[in-house]
């Protein structure tokens, strides 16, 4: 029997570990560029392409009341003053599986849409990385 479990999913981004965390969907690592694309000449002889391009968007979704908002926010006001220079490392680990994500270079695209309502809701923070080393595993 193999188990996952959300709590042993640790997220860092440069020296802070990001809490409060959304219930539902809280992290999705989606590469940018395709890493093989194919292509079929007229006489149906197949050509691949290896893409050199290991860039990718990391979506972190936080509580409302999450202090990785204010994080989220002074890393994106920092980079923008910088013009650019304020890049933190971004590490996505499951410590109950061998899932890891690691990028020296990350970014947060743009501040997040913020809605308020009634009860608190959530946040989603937007980040782009450089190349990015991504192993996706399964769980003890």
Not at 12 to 41: C, K, L, M, R, Y
Not at 53 to 62: A, F, P, S, Y
């Amino acid at each position: 029997m193999r188990t996952y479990a959300a709590a042993e999913v640790k997220t860092t981004f440069g020296p802070h570990s990001v809490t409060g965390t959304n219930d539902g969907d809280f992290i999705n690592i989606e590469p940018i560029s395709d890493g093989i694309v194919s292509q079929a000449g007229a006489d149906g002889e197949v050509v691949r392409s290896m893409s050199a391009d290991q860039r990718c968007r990391v979506t972190i979704t936080v509580q409302q009341g999450s202090p990785s908002n204010d994080f989220f926010s002074g890393a994106y006001h920092a980079d923008r003053v910088s013009g650019g220079r304020a890049v933190l490392p971004l590490i996505i680990r499951d410590l109950r599986g061998t899932t890891v994500f690691a990028a020296a270079k990350a970014w947060v695209t743009k501040l997040p849409n913020s809605g308020f309502a009634k009860e608190a809701g959530s946040r989603e923070w937007v980040l782009e990385t450089d190349r990015a080393d991504y192993h996706v595993g399964g769980n003890e």
